[in-house]
């Protein structure tokens, strides 16, 4: 079985809990949807559509539920491509190990009436660009694979 790769650097003596996560690779005309965040009490970052998986939900219901309340698109999970896990600190400066599972997903639906996370604009780029964009290696990771798989 292939390790799972571990990105960030953990600050010393701090706690970082897991925390189950699943994001989506999902393109239209050739571009990847990206995500804008810019939660009130944090920095603004550029991620990958997707979030934390509820308890007992399975992963490719999570993207799915996460991708359309972020960008009002609905999608389906069609393959994974990657694991990654990532020391992160979010906006409210909670510390979390993210465990996540990366999917390429289809594109079903705009259904902007959906989307209800005020914080997160929807925006697509190039993959190479949206590559050079992303503010975690994780999820530079995952486009990397979703790349290669071309």
Same mark, same amino acid.
């Given at each position: 079985?292939?390790?799972?790769?571990?990105?960030?650097?953990?600050?010393?003596?701090?706690?970082?809990?897991?925390?189950?996560?699943?994001?989506?690779?999902?393109?239209?005309?050739?571009? @990847? #949807?990206?995500?804008? &965040? =810019?939660?009130?009490?944090?920095? !603004?970052?550029?991620?990958?559509?997707?979030?934390?998986? /509820?308890?007992?939900?399975?992963?490719?219901?999570? @993207? #799915?539920?996460?991708? &359309? =309340?972020?960008?009002?698109?609905? !999608?389906?999970?069609?393959?994974?491509?990657?694991?990654? /896990?990532?020391?992160?600190?979010?906006?409210?400066?909670? #510390?979390?190990?993210?465990?996540?599972?990366?999917?390429?997903?289809?594109?079903?639906?705009?259904?902007?009436?959906?989307?209800?996370?005020?914080?997160?604009?929807?925006?697509?780029? #190039?993959?190479?660009?949206?590559?050079?964009?992303?503010?975690?290696?994780?999820?530079?990771?995952?486009?990397?694979?979703?790349?290669?798989?071309?």
């Amino acid at each position: 079985m292939a390790k799972v790769p571990q990105f960030g650097v953990p600050e010393p003596g701090r706690a970082y809990p897991d925390r189950p996560v699943a994001f989506g690779v999902g393109v239209r005309d050739g571009l @990847v #949807a990206l995500v804008r &965040v =810019e939660p009130a009490d944090g920095p !603004v970052r550029i991620d990958l559509p997707g979030g934390g998986i /509820d308890p007992g939900e399975a992963a490719e219901v999570a @993207v #799915a539920r996460e991708f &359309v =309340e972020e960008t009002g698109l609905e !999608v389906a999970a069609k393959g994974r491509l990657t694991l990654a /896990d990532h020391f992160f600190v979010n906006g409210a400066s909670e #510390a979390y190990n993210t465990r996540g599972v990366f999917f390429a997903v289809d594109i079903l639906a705009a259904r902007p009436e959906r989307k209800i996370e005020a914080d997160h604009t929807l925006f697509w780029r #190039a993959p190479a660009e949206a590559l050079t964009m992303l503010s975690r290696d994780s999820h530079a990771w995952a486009l990397a694979c979703w790349l290669r798989r071309g």
